[in-house]
């Protein structure tokens, strides 16, 4: 599959100068621009190159740590079932957790239940630490 570079880079560079006014908060699911990216690091879709990402915890109000979600149901280590999200089934990519600009913010849609949230959290350590 042929990867449009090109036009992610001219969205990243208005991405780049717009003003970071969104703030988001743990728990919470936005429609986040990640680009066009290399190998299998997870790609966005549509005219924004967004994909949904859930804020895991935010450092300040310009950088998150978020881990991207997809709509595939996915089984395994790396890969962490967190229900309906949106009116559809989504799974965390574990492995692909990342420092994420507050620019990249498109919208939110949805906030992970608590339990979910805690056992996501849990997942990740373990995947990412044991």
Known sequence: MEKDF???????KKIHAEPALRFCHPREVWWCSLGV??????????????????VMRGFNER??????????EKT???YFPVGIVG????????SQI???DAKRLVRKFAVL??????????????????
């Open 76 to 78: 395994g280590k790396y």
């Open 63 to 72: 950088i998150f740590l978020g881990v991207p979600l997809t709509g595939q």
């Open 98 to 100: 990342r420092l994420i």
């Open 6 to 12: 090109d036009s992610w880079n001219q969205s990243k």
């Open 37 to 54: 990216n290399v190998g299998f690091e997870q790609d966005g879709t549509g005219s924004n190159f967004d994909r949904p990402v859930v």
């Open 87 to 94: 009116n559809r089934y989504a799974s965390a990519v574990l």
């Open 113 to 130: 239940d608590e339990v979910v949230f805690k056992d996501l959290k849990n997942a990740l350590v373990r995947t990412l630490f044991e």
